[in-house]
């Protein structure tokens, strides 16, 4: 017999607030918010309603969970990827096209489910705005430690920035060794800043996933 407290983990039809908040946000990804209602994911779950309630007071509390979860993958990680050490700058573009493109802490379909739903919603359109503002301004500051002018640091991270959030919106399904073939290019025509050979190598490691060049990267 469960404890009272593995019950409320747990909840009726043993399902958790994680089961309903992996269905929901699936649920946002392939279909839109207007598909996230309970009853739809209780049959999904093959739960009853009722335990959806053990986790959430209504509909509108599971969409602002899944709203701050948006945020707290999503925006926090290109945050922490922009802030994360780096010996150049080019290291440090390599460590934020390593956040988006292949390790799995930006998810592209949840951003893009988001900005769909804020076509509907006023207050996700203000969230996604304002998330977006501070991602900007994560990659500005980024230029901005290696030295560069506010002015050109922050048109600099729009141009990384847009073009990354454009890039994914074209869904051009590029093959990754094409992309990664161009790590030179990018590189400089992102920073201005002539690539070292590590430096090429680090970008190319991180967007392949592999370890082909690691004697050859740094920070």
């Known amino acids: 017999m469960g404890t009272e407290k593995e019950a409320r983990v747990r909840g009726p039809g043993r399902t958790t607030r994680e089961d309903w908040m992996q269905i929901a946000l699936d649920t946002l990804i392939s279909d839109g918010v207007e598909a996230v209602k309970v009853l739809a994911l209780a049959e999904k779950l093959k739960c009853a309603r009722s335990s959806f309630y053990w986790y959430f007071k209504n509909r509108s509390d599971l969409l602002d969970s899944l709203l701050d979860h948006w945020q707290s993958t999503n925006t926090d990680a290109l945050v922490r990827a922009a802030n994360q050490p780096a010996d150049s700058i080019n290291f440090a573009l390599g460590h934020l096209f390593s956040c988006w493109v292949n390790d ?116």
């Open 104 to 219: 799995g802490k930006f998810d592209t379909r949840l951003d893009f489910a988001v900005r769909d739903w804020a076509r509907r919603s006023g207050t996700v359109r203000r969230a996604v705005d304002i998330s977006d503002a501070s991602r900007i301004a994560a990659v500005a500051n980024m230029f901005e430690r290696f030295e560069y002018p506010r002015n050109e640091a922050d048109v600099r991270a729009r141009i990384v920035y847009f073009t990354q959030i454009g890039y994914d919106a074209l869904d051009q399904r590029e093959k990754i060794e094409d992309r990664a073939a161009r790590s030179r290019d990018y590189l400089f025509c992102m920073t201005g800043q002539e690539p070292s050979e590590a430096e090429i190598c680090a970008l190319k490691d991180r967007t392949l996933g592999d370890t082909s060049h690691k004697k050859n990267v740094r920070a």
